[in-house]
């Protein structure tokens, strides 16, 4: 962690990233701390992320489609994931999504050479979500996000 960032400031931002429960983009963050310098919270997001990587935290920091947002990691999830209600989405199916949108268009090809066969009943999830659609290319399918996609996670 840079020595420029206090404690203060990453409590903040984990309050903020906690309480909203969605992604949220710098602009939000920055709206809701009260810490004016994009680029400070960048180094504050950064250093979250360096705090989370530790095995001693049931949390994660996780990117979306330039927004960030926690998530509990495994198998804390799995433990306590009667308490939540039932998730809008599962973690393999938010991992596939997330490299969709970083990536999109991908081929359905890609996403199975690099998650495995399991990316099928994912890629089901995220089409019966309407988080994704699929168009035949060939003898494999290119991948996009939608507007629903967009919308459910804020991206403009």
Sequence with gaps: MADNINAESMNLVEAVLFVSGK?????????ATGIASKGYLENVIKGLSERYKS?????????????YMLSLKEPYATKVNGLAGAPDISKPALRTLAYISKKEPVMQSELVRIFGSSVYDQMKELLDKDFVKAEKYGRTKRITTTQKFKEYFGIS
């Design 23 to 31: 992604a949220m983009d710098i602009d939000s963050i920055s709206s």
């Design 55 to 67: 095995p001693d935290t049931a949390l994660s920091l996780i990117s979306i489609g330039g927004k």
